[in-house]
């Protein structure tokens, strides 16, 4: 029998529930197999240097020490409970918050559930072989924390689906380990998480643009009604901040190197650039569009009724719900969303609660923009001119009123043929892929040294000095 007080640091007393020790019991050898089989390629003897939560306060929650992965502590915690907590909006809007699963919304809560949770080790998954890659062990180093994070949220939703749903909850926490991102069989649920993440460049615009979504996604769940679902996610969230640190860092680094030799070498030209071993600023602003607009494409519909249904029955709220200066009901509001109407597009308003997966997509895009201007300062200071863009958000979408349309940067209505024609300049092309993948050939291990591509960090993880041995290959 599994120790779960030493196993799996808690606060939700797995030790005192015997049906739910069953249930872990039986799923946690399934999650180990995956992991060795899924998990960072090659990297089982590892010793990483990595934070781990045993608890929810501010002295718990990041414990920094060497462990091997498939001996972390995936532990499962909620922000601690007020048992004064109401929803705080839709049709239930006042009464208590649930701490039982309510019967009427159940197969919905599950499906909420599901679908957070697949995102989790799908992107494992997707990350798996870029550690036979990394520019350095501090960069290596933050990979595996983001990897074995995932999979702990992972735990997280899969303690929920047990812990409240029964035997569908267990086989659904079962089928989260049988589906594979980019499996023409049985894929992951949402589609960015099945698009390869081929190359560090990729993986640093997952984290500060996938990830990001997951913040937003997570920040509507941690508003809910059913309260063990909000109490888990407030404490993801905690966690999930170091993903997007990770990945706005990332590309700021390498824009860094670059310009640095832009202005040492006196050139703007990519192929002079890519001659000299960095990443052409052009080259990003492709990668960003791609990242961005399949990003887009996750928030769903710009008009959904199952986003006003999970509204109206307190489900999943709005980004910082109590915040917001509204009757929390939204039976009367409107806001406003885009389509295509012949060759222009064109704002219409329409009932807010069918528009919520609009408003969260259009929060996420004003702090996408705070982003891409602290990129722009790197530029900036460096004395040159060019300046990183977001597309227009009907660039490259499959999803939502702009799926099926053609969408130029710009905004502009394009044909097919027009399109086409362009699609290259906007999107990474194979000589992209294949230019950054040359970059990483092999890997950069050597204490204090960073791939030619990127620039050091400023600091260390938890104060340490960067030549420390962030991971122990024996």
Same mark, same amino acid.
């Given at each position: 029998?599994?120790?779960?007080?030493?196993?799996?640091?808690?606060?939700?007393?797995?030790?005192?529930?015997?049906?739910?020790?069953?249930?872990?019991? @039986?799923?946690?050898?399934?999650?180990?197999?995956?992991?060795?089989?899924?998990?960072?390629?090659?990297?089982?003897?590892? @010793?990483?240097?990595? !934070?781990?939560?045993?608890?929810?306060?501010?002295?718990?929650?990041?414990?920094?020490?060497?462990?091997?992965?498939?001996? =972390?502590?995936?532990?499962?915690?909620?922000?601690?409970?007020?048992?004064?907590?109401?929803?705080?909006?839709?049709?239930?809007?006042?009464?208590?918050?649930?701490?039982?699963?309510?019967?009427?919304?159940?197969?919905?809560?599950?499906?909420?559930?599901?679908?957070?949770?697949?995102?989790?080790?799908?992107?494992?998954?997707?990350?798996?072989?870029?550690?036979?890659?990394?520019?350095?062990? *501090?960069?290596?180093?933050?990979? $595996?924390?983001?990897?074995?994070?995932?999979?702990?949220?992972?735990?997280?939703?899969?303690?929920?689906?047990?812990? =409240? $749903?029964?035997?569908?909850?267990?086989?659904?926490?079962?089928?989260?380990?049988?589906?594979?991102?980019?499996?023409?069989?049985?894929?992951?649920?949402? #589609?960015?998480?099945?698009?390869?993440?081929?190359?560090?460049?990729?993986?640093?615009? $997952?984290?500060?643009?996938?990830?990001?979504? #997951?913040?937003?996604?997570?920040?509507?769940?941690?508003?809910?009604?059913?309260?063990?679902?909000?109490?888990?996610?407030?404490?993801?969230?905690?966690?999930?901040?170091?993903?997007?640190?990770?990945?706005?860092?990332?590309?700021?680094?390498?824009?860094?190197?670059?310009?640095?030799?832009?202005?040492?070498? !006196?050139?703007?030209?990519?192929?002079?650039?890519?001659?000299?071993?960095?990443?052409?600023?052009?080259?990003?602003?492709?990668?960003?569009?791609?990242?961005?607009?399949?990003?887009?494409?996750? *928030?769903?519909?710009?008009?959904?009724?199952?986003?006003?249904? *999970?509204?109206?029955?307190?489900?999943?709220?709005? $980004?910082?719900?109590?915040?917001?200066?509204?009757? @929390?009901?939204?039976?009367?509001?409107? =806001?406003?969303?885009?389509?295509?109407?012949?060759?222009?597009?064109?704002?219409?308003?329409?009932?807010?609660?069918?528009?919520?997966?609009?408003?969260?997509?259009?929060?996420?895009?004003?702090?996408?923009?705070?982003?891409?201007? !602290?990129?722009?300062?790197?530029?900036?200071?460096?004395?040159?001119?060019?300046?990183?863009?977001?597309?227009?958000?009907?660039? @490259? !979408?499959?999803?939502?009123?702009?799926?099926?349309?053609?969408?130029?940067?710009?905004?502009?209505?394009?044909?097919?043929?027009?399109?086409?024609?362009?699609?290259?300049?906007?999107?990474?092309?194979?000589?992209?892929?294949?230019?950054?993948?040359?970059?990483?050939?092999?890997?950069?291990?050597?204490?204090?040294?960073?791939?030619?591509?990127?620039?050091?960090?400023?600091?260390?993880?938890?104060?340490?000095?960067?030549?420390?041995? =962030?991971?122990?290959?024996?």
């Amino acid at each position: 029998m599994i120790n779960y007080m030493e196993k799996i640091p808690n606060n939700v007393d797995l030790g005192r529930d015997r049906v739910l020790q069953r249930a872990l019991e @039986h799923w946690q050898p399934a999650y180990l197999n995956w992991w060795y089989d899924m998990g960072p390629t090659e990297s089982d003897p590892y @010793h990483v240097y990595l !934070r781990t939560a045993i608890s929810v306060d501010t002295d718990g929650w990041a414990q920094f020490d060497y462990v091997r992965m498939p001996e =972390y502590r995936w532990g499962i915690f909620l922000q601690p409970l007020n048992a004064d907590r109401q929803v705080n909006f839709g049709a239930h809007k006042g009464r208590p918050a649930w701490q039982e699963v309510p019967g009427e919304y159940r197969s919905t809560l599950r499906r909420i559930i599901v679908t957070q949770g697949d995102t989790e080790p799908a992107s494992v998954e997707q990350q798996r072989m870029l550690g036979l890659s990394c520019p350095s062990l *501090y960069d290596l180093r933050n990979l $595996f924390q983001v990897n074995v994070e995932e999979g702990r949220h992972l735990w997280a939703m899969v303690y929920l689906l047990h812990r =409240y $749903f029964g035997r569908d909850g267990r086989e659904e926490a079962e089928s989260l380990l049988a589906r594979r991102s980019g499996d023409a069989d049985n894929p992951r649920i949402l #589609g960015a998480f099945n698009e390869p993440t081929p190359d560090w460049l990729a993986f640093f615009m $997952f984290t500060f643009f996938t990830d990001r979504d #997951g913040k937003f996604q997570l920040c509507a769940l941690a508003e809910s009604g059913f309260d063990p679902l909000a109490r888990t996610c407030r404490f993801m969230l905690t966690e999930e901040a170091h993903h997007m640190f990770v990945g706005e860092t990332g590309i700021g680094r390498i824009i860094q190197r670059t310009c640095q030799l832009m202005k040492e070498k !006196r050139t703007d030209d990519p192929a002079d650039l890519r001659a000299l071993g960095v990443i052409d600023l052009q080259t990003i602003q492709r990668y960003l569009n791609f990242h961005y607009s399949v990003t887009l494409d996750l *928030y769903g519909s710009d008009v959904s009724s199952n986003a006003a249904n *999970y509204f109206t029955a307190g489900l999943k709220g709005r $980004f910082e719900e109590t915040k917001l200066a509204d009757d @929390h009901v939204l039976a009367d509001a409107e =806001y406003p969303v885009s389509e295509v109407a012949g060759d222009k597009i064109i704002t219409k308003h329409v009932p807010a609660l069918t528009a919520l997966n609009e408003r969260l997509r259009d929060d996420y895009i004003g702090e996408i923009q705070r982003g891409l201007g !602290r990129w722009n300062r790197v530029i900036e200071q460096s004395g040159l001119s060019y300046r990183l863009t977001l597309p227009h958000k009907g660039f @490259h !979408r499959e999803i939502g009123n702009f799926a099926g349309h053609f969408i130029s940067p710009e905004g502009q209505v394009l044909t097919e043929e027009q399109w086409k024609s362009h699609q290259f300049e906007w999107l990474p092309t194979a000589q992209d892929y294949a230019y950054v993948q040359s970059l990483m050939a092999g890997r950069v291990v050597e204490l204090g040294k960073f791939a030619n591509w990127i620039a050091p960090p400023p600091r260390g993880i938890n104060n340490q000095p960067l030549d420390f041995e =962030y991971v122990r290959f024996n």
